[in-house]
């Protein structure tokens, strides 16, 4: 039987801010393309963003619906969705819903999220240590999306594996997960930070930036870096996206690599 031509789809939320996906989300498309040998197309599932984005700097940003159709009108046999999200929560879960739909017309297969299993959680967590190479006189707060309704517990498996490693200064966050300000600060109370006035630095589990993650993370005055500063804690911010990384962009590679 001929070999299926096939497609591969990067699917992310998206983001209006040309810079954040020229480095990251465009990084891990050219690697992407560069490591399969296939064509790699950046689909956005919010559909508003994208209709934005497409065809600046003529390249085309597809929803989801309308990437499916080409991929069918342009005669491909199977579609390789590599979604960027930390961790199978709504997004993961949506974007598989909208995938389904279309199953009856062409062959699609979706790759795992970053943080899937105990081996990828600690992955992910050597990653981790790799890009932020944290120091022992500073507090760590990893700041996810994640909702506890959607038991995203790779975020707790991955601080787990960190702790297991020494790193006992950083605490991972699920910023939509209730009172995780307040979790946070019990957490530095408990480390004592306030009394040592340790510099406390937001590292953002996202891949690349976006107005609402940065509004929620750090622009505005309701901000959680904002709040926390406001509590007395003396709060950087990392100011960059995951996939602004190399280390950390490699895992698509290998997500695309399991699901083949």
């Known amino acids: ?44 599932t919010d559909d508003d963003t994208a209709r934005a984005v497409s065809g600046m700097n003529d390249e085309i940003i597809f929803t989801v619906e309308d ?17 960027v999200f930390f961790a199978k929560g709504e997004l993961y879960n949506s974007l598989r819903s909208r995938l389904d739909f279309y199953r009856d017309r062409i062959d699609i297969r979706m790759a795992d999220s970053v943080l899937y299993n105990p081996e990828s959680c600690a992955e992910v967590g050597e990653i981790m240590l790799k890009v932020v190479k944290p120091e022992p006189d500073k507090e760590y707060l990893f700041v996810g999306h994640g909702e506890s309704v959607y038991h995203n517990q790779g ?29 946070a600060i019990a957490w530095l109370k408990s480390r004592g930070a306030d009394m040592r006035d340790e510099q406390v630095e937001i590292v953002p589990l996202v891949v690349a930036w976006g107005d609402y993650m940065a509004g929620e993370l750090y622009n505005s005055e309701d901000s959680f870096m904002w709040r926390l500063r406001k509590a007395g804690y003396r709060t950087v911010f990392t100011g960059k996206g995951m996939g602004e990384y ?13 699901l083949k």
């Open 246 to 258: 190399p280390e950390f962009r490699t895992i698509y590679q290998k997500r695309l690599a399991a």
């Open 155 to 183: 975020y707790g498996i991955m601080e787990e594996y960190l702790r297991s490693k020494g790193y006992e200064n950083i605490r991972v966050i699920k910023l939509k997960e209730r009172d995780s300000l307040g979790q």
């Open 1 to 44: 039987m001929a070999d299926k031509k096939q497609v591969i789809f990067l699917a992310s939320f998206g983001t209006s801010i040309l810079r954040a996906k020229e480095v990251s989300y465009d990084q891990i498309k050219k690697e992407l393309e560069e490591s399969s040998g296939l064509p790699v197309w950046q689909v956005f």
């Open 67 to 83: 990437a499916i159709e080409n991929a069918v009108m342009q005669g491909y046999d199977e579609v390789l969705c590599v979604p």
